[in-house]
């Protein structure tokens, strides 16, 4: 059974970070992924990570968070860790892991077939 767990969440002050930490069971997965969602707004895409044959193969990132986040893979223990610095009130949302199995559509979270349940993130001016 595939699971994914997030942790790391609360609440910061603006200038501050965080380090979010998924934990995936079940199955290894090409493509692992972040998003979030605000109250009141569809989930936006934050950062994905590619692994090909056990190496890291690219990130993305979404322009909002390009420079201040940092997305990273320990392929050993299965997880993916997401650095969040310089946040901002803005990046207040629930923030959630997503995994998928085949290539393309990282910015779609439509193409993930899995979902975590989400940690929240709240960033105070």
């Known amino acids: 059974q595939v699971q994914l767990v997030e942790s790391g969440g609360g609440l910061v002050q603006a200038g501050g970070s965080l380090r979010l930490s998924c934990a995936a069971s079940?199955?290894?997965?090409?493509?692992m992924g972040w998003f979030r969602q605000a109250p009141g707004k569809e989930h936006e895409f934050v950062a994905a990570?590619?692994?090909?044959?056990?190496?890291?193969?690219?990130?993305e990132y979404a322009e909002a968070v390009k420079g201040r986040f940092t997305i990273s893979r320990d392929n050993a223990k299965n997880l993916v860790l997401l650095q969040m610095n310089s946040l901002k009130p803005e990046d207040t949302a629930l923030y959630y892991c997503?995994?998928?199995?085949?290539?393309?559509?990282?910015?779609?979270?439509?193409?993930?077939?899995?979902w975590g349940r989400g940690t929240q993130v709240t960033v105070s001016s």
């Open positions: 997503a995994a998928k199995f085949l290539s393309g559509g990282d910015y779609d979270p439509s193409f993930y077939d899995y």
């Open positions: 079940g199955r290894t997965f090409s493509s």
């Open positions: 990570i590619r692994t090909s044959g056990g190496s890291i193969f690219g990130a």
